[in-house]
């Protein structure tokens, strides 16, 4: 899952306007944020298998941390909190929470069943839908157009960097979605894990974005 969880993070803006999409963008997107961190320093790991799944190549053989789904509660508990002593908005709060939770429940549609519940689980969940090609294509495309819709319904550009930029970040996720199923698998782990840090960028630029954006009342 990738355009998925920004296509929540678009969406949220609906619910919550006075939330930069730079944040939305961070809750929704956490624990894959998180997850090249701990790659780089050995604390989770991967595999790359190529074939592994018709989506991706990669076989997730431990990721406890970042994406069990105790830890994932955890990490929204810690970032409701953080966004209320800042902001004081129990809504946002809320908000927040669900898009962190949100990214355990749509990895779990298509990930084959490597997700622990918890830390040192022996159980673990995932749909598979990455077994099927246009059913995920049908499933993060859906979420991610939904998504831009919604943002784009409850913003407005105020100058043209605000309609470019907006509409630059979209295609670019959409090429990056399409490089990352139909490109080559990855080199390295390492390869992978430095990659993911470059989502930061995407944060950044959702920050942009919404400063040059107005909500539509």
Do not use: C
Not at 2 to 9: P, Q, W
Not at 89 to 99: F, N, R
């Amino acid at each position: 899952m990738f355009i998925g969880h920004f296509g929540l993070g678009f969406g949220a803006k609906s619910i919550t306007p006075k939330i930069s999409l730079g944040v939305l963008f961070i809750a929704a997107q956490f624990i894959d944020l998180l997850w090249p961190t701990l790659l780089l320093i050995g604390v989770e790991r991967v595999q790359i298998a190529p074939g592994a799944t018709a989506v991706t190549p990669l076989i997730f053989e431990h990721y406890p941390i970042s994406h069990s789904l105790l830890a994932v509660m955890g990490w929204a508990v810690v970032l409701a909190v953080w966004f209320w002593l800042i902001k004081k908005s129990i809504k946002g709060a809320a908000v927040i929470a669900l898009l962190v939770l949100s990214h355990w429940g749509l990895d779990l549609i298509v990930h084959q069943p490597d997700l622990p519940l918890y830390p040192g689980s022996e159980i673990f969940a995932g749909l598979n839908a990455w077994s099927s090609l246009p059913l995920t294509l049908l499933f993060e495309i859906t979420i991610f157009s939904a998504g831009v819709w919604l943002y784009a319904k409850a913003t407005k550009p105020s100058d043209t960097t605000g309609r470019w930029a907006f509409w630059g970040l979209v295609v670019f996720l959409l090429v990056v979605y399409a490089g990352n199923i139909f490109g080559p698998p990855p080199p390295s782990v390492e390869a992978i894990a430095w990659a993911g840090q470059l989502q930061w960028l995407l944060v950044l630029w959702a920050f942009w974005v919404d400063r040059h954006r107005s909500v539509i009342s």
